[in-house]
Structure formats: C-alpha cells, structure tokens
C-alpha cells in the first residue's frame, strides 16, 4: 500500500478508536484531519471520487476552496497559533463551540474517501458511515432511502449524545460477530490503531 496512504489509514484508525473510547475529542479531530487531507488526494488519483465532490455536485454555489475552509475550521484552529499573515489567530470564539460532534462529520468524510481509495474500511468505520447517516439523514444522497438507516438505528436523533454513541458502539459489536460481513473482501481486518513494523 502506498505509504502516504497508509499515514491516511493510521491516523483515521487512531481517530476513530479514540473517538469510539470517548477520549480526547481535540485529538481526535486533528488526526482525522491529517488523514482527510491526505486520503482526499488518492481517492483521485485512484479513479474515485472524493467526498468533496459529491458535495460540490450537490450545492453547486459553494466552491472547493470555501469548502475546505469550513470542513477544517476547527482542525486548522487547533493546529495553527498563526494566521497566514503572521499574526496570532483568535480562535476563542470558535473553539468554545467545538464539541465532539464536530468529529462525527470528519470522520465520515475521512472513511468515505478512504474507502474510495483502496475499496475496503474497518468493521468499526463501516458501521460508523450508516450511524452517522441515520444521526444526519439531511445529508444523505436522494438516491439512497433515510428509513434503510433508520431501521438500523431507530430514533438516534432524539437520544442523548452518550445513548448514540452507544448504540454505534453496540452495533459495531453485533456487526463484527456476523461472519459473512467480517469475511466479506471489503471489510478491512486489521484493527483501528496499528502497530510499528
């Protein structure tokens, strides 16, 4: 596998482990970022199509640039003390917003492109990309039916932040006990955070 692409992979599997165990949500934001920004780039190159297409399609008035901008401003806020003019950012307002659903949508956008890239996920990021379409079903393509996520998790919307990530985290372990998914070529079988060779 391409190296930058396995950098994509460690820190989105990082995140995304993270993310599952409730720990530090600004962490886990800055990886996913690394690995979008990364990932984005191969999903081209290997004849996908990234994210930020499908949503430039969708909302023709936005441009690409604009886009970036919003899906990494809290990513560039916790990674930047300057501004590009040399100057200390003032990030306070905007960071006294973040909380963890802020990584709800990085990390959806990272797996996706990732997916694109290479044709498989982790059991636990793809359960992740339907749980995160039945929590913002105003962000699913037409093209795909809202009730199928809801079925899989009914009423999401209306339950507590820990009562949803709940139900992912028990819908990751009833899908990773299903072999013909674990067996399936596109479910990736290595676990979330990887070791050093």
């Known amino acids: 596998m391409n190296s930058k692409i396995e950098a994509a992979r460690r820190q989105l599997g990082t995140a995304l482990h993270l993310y599952l165990n409730d720990f530090d949500p600004v962490s886990v934001l800055c990886l996913a970022g690394g690995g979008c920004e990364v990932i984005e780039h191969y999903v081209s190159k290997a004849g996908g199509e ?12 936005l441009d690409a640039a604009k886009l970036h901008r919003t899906q990494r401003r809290y990513w560039n806020a916790f990674k930047h003390a300057l501004d590009l003019k040399g100057r200390e950012r003032d990030d306070q307002k905007l ?51 809202k009730e199928q996520f809801e079925s899989l998790f009914p009423n999401l919307k209306n339950l507590t932040r820990a009562k949803q990530k709940l139900r992912l985290k028990n819908a990751i372990r009833r899908a990773r006990a299903n072999k013909k998914i674990m067996r399936d070529p596109r479910t990736e079988q290595r676990a979330l955070i990887l070791g050093w060779p």
């Open 50 to 61: 990234p994210f930020i297409s499908l949503t430039l399609e969708t909302h023709p008035d």
């Open 95 to 145: 960071l006294a917003d973040f909380e963890d659903t802020q990584n709800d949508h990085m990390l959806f956008i990272g797996w996706y492109d990732y997916a694109q890239a290479v044709n498989k996920m982790p059991i636990e990021a793809q359960v992740h990309q339907a749980w995160y379409l039945a929590l913002y079903p105003e962000k699913l393509d037409p093209v795909f039916s």
